[in-house]
């Protein structure tokens, strides 16, 4: 089945200093990928949608600057959190379409101390 | 794409059948439900999706009725390993955003 490879599993950095996040599909070619957050206890936020080869389309109230997404081939993509804060602590999740729905990475835990 | 409604929580007895409850009351002819789930500090897993006719899978049954404006996710013999946050989401094509609802959190007790 498909399968979407996320990492790193989690993550610690220091406030002020950036963070990239890959997500790769590894046996199908994605052309779209959407990532998410999810804070504790809460349900995934869809944040943008990533697209091959263009600009990513964020959802409103996510700044673009701050997260930063690069699709630059069919089976991957990354955010980088840009300038991290402690509030940008939180659950990233990675999806894109294949096999028989989406599929979805097992998530990166960010902690900006 | 179609909103669903799902209840907040649901408790389950260990090896009984857990009955998982969706609305979509607005969903499209076109548009089909899928059922993910999410273990703790885990991705979303898929489990099962329908259009129109019931499905089983080894993980699960989709029950749809007639007018599609529900569903239900049947877990035949609920696991401890099942417990987790249920997810119910209606889209109608490949590359269509997902909207995720809040889910039911179900616990499976021993």
């Known amino acids: 089945g498909a399968v979407v490879s996320q990492h790193p599993s989690w993550v610690i950095c220091k406030s002020g200093t950036s963070v990239k996040i890959e997500c790769r599909s590894l046996?199908?070619?994605?052309?779209?990928m959407f990532w998410y957050r999810q804070f504790p206890k809460q349900s995934l936020m869809l944040m943008a949608t990533?697209?091959?080869?263009?600009?990513?389309?964020?959802e409103q109230g996510v700044e673009k600057d701050k997260f930063l997404i690069n699709h630059a081939s069919l089976t991957l993509s990354t955010l980088t959190v840009t300038s991290a804060h402690p509030e940008d602590s939180s659950f990233y999740i990675c999806?894109?379409?294949?096999?028989?729905?989406?599929?979805f990475g097992s998530g990166t835990r960010l902690t900006v101390v | 794409d179609a909103k669903t409604t799902q209840p907040t929580s649901m408790d389950c007895a260990e090896g009984r059948a857990a009955n998982l409850p969706c609305n979509h009351s607005?969903?499209?002819?076109?548009?089909?439900v899928y059922w993910y789930r999410q273990i703790h500090s885990q991705g979303p897993q898929y489990i099962i999706h329908?259009?129109?006719n019931n499905e089983t899978n080894e993980m699960a049954s989709l029950i749809i009725t007639e007018d599609r404006k529900s569903s239900t996710l049947i877990l035949p013999h609920a696991t401890l390993r099942d417990t987790a946050v249920y997810y119910c989401?209606?889209?109608?094509?490949?590359?269509?955003?997902?909207?995720f609802g809040g889910g039911t959190r179900v616990l499976v007790k021993p």
């Open positions: 329908g259009l129109k």
């Open positions: 607005t969903i499209s002819g076109n548009e089909y």
């Open positions: 990533s697209n091959e080869g263009s600009k990513a389309t964020y």
């Open positions: 989401i209606v889209f109608g094509a490949a590359g269509n955003k997902l909207t």
């Open positions: 046996d199908f070619q994605a052309t779209t």
């Open positions: 999806s894109a379409f294949g096999g028989w729905g989406y599929t």
